[in-house]
C-alpha cells in the first residue's frame, strides 16, 4: 500500500477549531478550556466575572492558541447573541459550544423560594437554550457542530434539597435528546457530560458530615477531578466522536450506572 504524504493527524486533535466554553471563570469549565485549547482549539470564555477570564485568557495565550475573552451572563439573550456574533465575525467559525455555565440554591422544597427555583432553571436550562439557540445557525451553515451540555448526576438520580438543581439537569438531558435528533441531518452532534462529585467552589460548602456521607456512594471512594471531565469533553468535541449523538457521558466514579 502506498505510504500517504503527510502524517495523519493525532486522535482527538482540535487543531483549526473554534470552541466556546460557557461557565469558564472557574471550575470544570476553566479546566474544560484549558483541555480543549491543549488539544489544539482556539477558545472563546464566556462568564460574568471579568477578571477570571483574562487571567485563564492569558494562560491559554501563552500556549500559543487564539483566545478570546467575552464576559457575558447566559440567562441575558442579548449579551449572548452580542458574544456569538463577536466570535463568528473575528473567527469565522464555531465548532463546538460547551454549556457548562451552572449554579446551585438548594433548599427543601417546601421551603424553596420561587426565585431560587427560578434562577437555577434560568441559569443551567434557559442559558443553555439561548447559548445553543445563537450558535446553532452558524454550525448548520457549516454542516458541523459539537454541542456538549454539562448535565449531573443529579439530572440522572435526584438530589433530595435540589429539586430545582436536578429538574435543570434531567431537564438538559432531554434537551440534548432532542436537540440531537433535531440537528442530525446538519451534521451537528449534541451530546451532556453527566458528572459526579467534584471538589469545586459549587461543591465546597457542603458540611464535613454531607461530604462523608457522598464520598460513601462513590464505588471508586473518591471525588473526580476536573481534568477528568474535561477529557471527556475533549473527546466529545473531537472528529473521532462523529458517530456519537444523544449520548449521556456519565464521569461519577460509579456513583450512578
Ligand atoms: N462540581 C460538581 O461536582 C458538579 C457535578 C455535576 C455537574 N456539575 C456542573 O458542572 C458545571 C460547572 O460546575 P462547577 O462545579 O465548575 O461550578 P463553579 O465552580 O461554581 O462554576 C460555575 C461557572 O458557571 C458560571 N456561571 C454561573 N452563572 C452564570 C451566568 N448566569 N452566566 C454566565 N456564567 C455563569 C460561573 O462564572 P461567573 O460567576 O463568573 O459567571 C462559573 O464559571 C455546572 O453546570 C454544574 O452544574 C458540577
Same mark, same amino acid.
Given at each position: 500500500?502506498?505510504?500517504?504524504a503527510?502524517?495523519?493527524?493525532?486522535?482527538?486533535?482540535?487543531?483549526?477549531?473554534?470552541?466556546?466554553?460557557?461557565?469558564?471563570?472557574?471550575?470544570?469549565?476553566r479546566?474544560?478550556?484549558r +483541555? =480543549?485549547?491543549?488539544?489544539?482549539?482556539?477558545? +472563546?470564555?464566556? &462568564?460574568?466575572?471579568? &477578571?477570571?477570564?483574562?487571567?485563564?485568557?492569558?494562560?491559554?495565550?501563552?500556549?500559543?492558541?487564539?483566545v478570546?475573552? =467575552?464576559? &457575558?451572563? #447566559?440567562?441575558?439573550?442579548?449579551?449572548?447573541?452580542?458574544?456569538?456574533?463577536?466570535?463568528?465575525?473575528?473567527? $469565522?467559525?464555531?465548532?463546538?459550544?460547551?454549556?457548562?455555565?451552572?449554579?446551585?440554591?438548594?433548599?427543601?422544597?417546601?421551603?424553596?423560594?420561587?426565585?431560587?427555583?427560578?434562577?437555577?432553571?434560568?441559569?443551567?436550562?434557559?442559558?443553555?437554550?439561548?447559548?445553543?439557540?445563537? #450558535? =446553532?445557525? #452558524?454550525?448548520?451553515?457549516?454542516? %458541523?457542530?459539537?454541542?456538549?451540555?454539562?448535565?449531573?448526576?443529579?439530572?440522572?438520580?435526584?438530589? +433530595?434539597? &435540589?429539586?430545582? %438543581?436536578?429538574?435543570?439537569?434531567?431537564?438538559l438531558?432531554?434537551?440534548?435528546?432532542?436537540?440531537?435528533?433535531?440537528?442530525?441531518?446538519?451534521?451537528?452532534?449534541?451530546?451532556? #457530560?453527566?458528572?459526579?462529585?467534584?471538589d469545586?467552589?459549587?461543591?465546597?460548602?457542603?458540611?464535613?458530615?454531607?461530604?462523608?456521607q457522598?464520598?460513601?456512594?462513590?464505588?471508586?471512594g473518591?471525588a $473526580?477531578a476536573?481534568?477528568?471531565?474535561?477529557a471527556g469533553?475533549?473527546?466529545?468535541?473531537?472528529?473521532?466522536?462523529?458517530?456519537v449523538? $444523544?449520548?449521556? =457521558?456519565?464521569?461519577?466514579?460509579?456513583? %450512578?450506572?
Amino acid at each position: 500500500m502506498a505510504e500517504s504524504a503527510s502524517p495523519p493527524a493525532p486522535m482527538f486533535s482540535l487543531r483549526g477549531c473554534v470552541a466556546i466554553v460557557t461557565g469558564a471563570s472557574q471550575g470544570l469549565g476553566r479546566e474544560t478550556a484549558r +483541555a =480543549l485549547a491543549e488539544a489544539g482549539s482556539d477558545v +472563546a470564555l464566556v &462568564a460574568r466575572n471579568a &477578571a477570571r477570564l483574562e487571567t485563564l485568557a492569558e494562560e491559554i495565550g501563552q500556549a500559543g492558541r487564539r483566545v478570546l475573552c =467575552l464576559p &457575558a451572563d #447566559v440567562t441575558r439573550p442579548e449579551e449572548i447573541k452580542a458574544a456569538i456574533s463577536r466570535i463568528a465575525g473575528d473567527w $469565522g467559525r464555531i465548532d463546538v459550544l460547551v454549556n457548562n455555565a451552572g449554579i446551585t440554591r438548594d433548599g427543601l422544597v417546601m421551603r424553596m423560594k420561587r426565585e431560587d427555583w427560578d434562577s437555577v432553571l434560568q441559569t443551567n436550562l434557559t442559558g443553555a437554550f439561548l447559548c445553543t439557540q445563537a #450558535v =446553532l445557525p #452558524v454550525m448548520i451553515k457549516a454542516r %458541523y457542530g459539537r454541542v456538549i451540555n454539562m448535565a449531573s448526576v443529579m439530572g440522572q438520580m435526584g438530589g +433530595a434539597g &435540589a429539586v430545582n %438543581y436536578s429538574a435543570s439537569k434531567a431537564g438538559l438531558i432531554g434537551f440534548t435528546k432532542a436537540l440531537a435528533r433535531e440537528v442530525a441531518s446538519r451534521n451537528i452532534t449534541v451530546n451532556a #457530560v453527566a458528572p459526579g462529585f467534584f471538589d469545586t467552589a459549587m461543591t465546597g460548602e457542603l458540611p464535613e458530615n454531607t461530604l462523608r456521607q457522598v464520598l460513601e456512594t462513590i464505588p471508586l471512594g473518591r471525588a $473526580g477531578a476536573a481534568r477528568e471531565v474535561a477529557a471527556g469533553v475533549v473527546y466529545l468535541a473531537s472528529r473521532e466522536a462523529g458517530y456519537v449523538t $444523544g449520548h449521556v =457521558l456519565c464521569i461519577n466514579g460509579g456513583m %450512578y450506572m
